[in-house]
């Protein structure tokens, strides 16, 4: 029998993953066979697979860097048949930085311009040092340095809020 805490999971070609909860017509449905042949028709690939949403991180702020394991097994969400790929989870935290930060760099070009007609030599010299710890951030330690999905994140806020108290 389906239910509403099934789901089908697999692994597209672009290496991220998919996850389809059944609807209406699924649940109707006696079994996941009938399930499948219809998708089949409608050209699910035939790698996916049957797991339920514990198996799915609540959790989506890496959503992009989730992989498949295939089988339940211990994961960076312990228990979770979902892993996370670490370095691609890295590397979306810091576009996540990068995004918050590039607005803020915009602003301080136009205040140093503004320093510089002035010929304010201090505020141009302030304005270059927020502007290197801007452009430092997507570098921080913290988030090249996280072991799992808590702790990327964890760095990831601190760094935006690091960024967010520039002004």
């Excluded at 959503?63 to 979902?82: L, M």
Aim: hydrophobic share 40%; net charge neutral.
């Amino acid at each position: 029998m389906i239910t509403k805490n099934d789901r089908l999971i697999w692994e597209r070609p672009d290496g991220g993953i998919s996850v389809v909860s059944p609807g209406d017509g699924a649940l109707k449905k006696n079994s996941w066979e009938e399930v499948k042949s219809t998708w089949k028709d409608a050209g699910m690939p035939a790698n996916h697979d049957k797991c339920t949403v514990a198996d799915v991180p609540s959790d989506r702020t890496f959503r992009n860097a989730w992989k498949w394991d295939g089988a339940k097994s211990a994961s960076d969400f312990p228990g979770k048949a979902v892993k996370l790929d670490m370095p691609k989870a890295v590397e979306l935290a810091k576009e996540k930085v990068r995004e918050v930060r590039n607005p803020k760099l915009a602003k301080l070009d136009a205040d140093y311009m503004k320093a510089d007609e002035a010929g304010d030599s201090a505020g141009k010299a302030a304005v270059v040092a927020k502007k290197n710890q801007l452009r430092d951030a997507p570098a921080d330690a913290r988030l090249t340095s996280a072991v799992d999905h808590d702790s990327l994140k964890a760095a990831m806020e601190a760094v935006i809020g690091e960024i967010e108290s520039v002004s």
